[in-house]
Structure formats: C-alpha cells, structure tokens
C-alpha cells in the first residue's frame, strides 16, 4: 500500500490544465493503484490526479461499490435536467456546498489498457465523474458556489488551512480503517 500526499485548496496544482495521457505505463498504473489506496485511506469516493500533484489527465472513482480509473475522459452528453447536492472534497477538507449539475452524463474516457469505453451515469456517480473531470481541468466545486455562500465556505477554509503547511495533507495509514467503505467526499 503506498499512499500519496494530497494537495489542499492554496496549491497552484489544482488550478492547472492536465496534460492527455499519450501511452500507459507501468509508471502510469502504479500511479493509479496509488491513488486508490489513497482514495480509499482518505474514505473518498473520487480522486484526480492534480489533487495528488500530478499533470496527467487521470482519475480514479468508486462509487457503489464499482472502481475504475478514467484517462483522458470527456462528458460526450449532458442532460439538461439538473439536480442540487451537496459536496466535499478531499482537496478542501471539512468545506462543503451545493453544487448544481446535470443528472445525468455520458462519459467516454480510456482504460489502463488503453481501451477507449463509455459510461452512462446517473445521480452520484453522474456528480462524480463531473466532480473529478472539472479536476483536470483546475476547476474545483467551491466555483459553482453563488458569491454569498462561496464566502462563507471560504471564511470555513480560512480556518481549516493552516492544518495542512505547504498545502499538503499527510494522511495517517490506520489499518483499522483502511478498508472501510468509502463515504461521499470527492
Ligand atoms: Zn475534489
């Protein structure tokens, strides 16, 4: 199990564009089985790259209990419908907000085979895929928040960051915990 540092709202890294993944490497899919034993540490339900302080364009997801990794995803479709929810994240520890977003995507991305693939999502697992896709491209859910409530989670944030020096959140491996099952942050 190797679990990674993860990058807190502050770090330059969460607002960069990613890079296209070009091949799979060995060093491509240990990176992924890293961020999975730190999704899972952390009781996350998503996990991208730039949160871990890297460029590619990758993330990993597991919501109902189904776990895969996307790589260079795209949302293809979008329904018009839209629904509020709240949501974390595990760049912006103990923030939350309401987030509006369609209901439900389609969503085409290549596996670690390289194998292109589509997925048709709903509800959680739709707000996830777009949660995580708006990672790799340096947009974070406090964004959708309107001024007001955006402050408010910000003021919350003023006294949560200085927990996390240098913009970075150390995770402690307890293996009692370890293999819990994830809750809802993102
Ligand atoms: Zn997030």
Redesign the pocket.
Known sequence: MSVLDIRVLGDPVLREETTPVEQITDELRALAKNMFDTMYLAK?I???AP?VGRSERLAVIDVNEKAFVIINPEIVESDSKTSKAE??????PDVYGDVVRPVHVRVRAMDLDGKSFEIEADELLARCLQ??I??LHGK??IDYLSVLKRRGAMAKWGKEKDKYPGFVRKLEIDPARAHEHPDE??
């Open positions: 996350g998503g996990l991208a949160q949501e974390g994240c595990l760049s912006i949660h995580e708006d990672h974070l859910f942050e993102l």
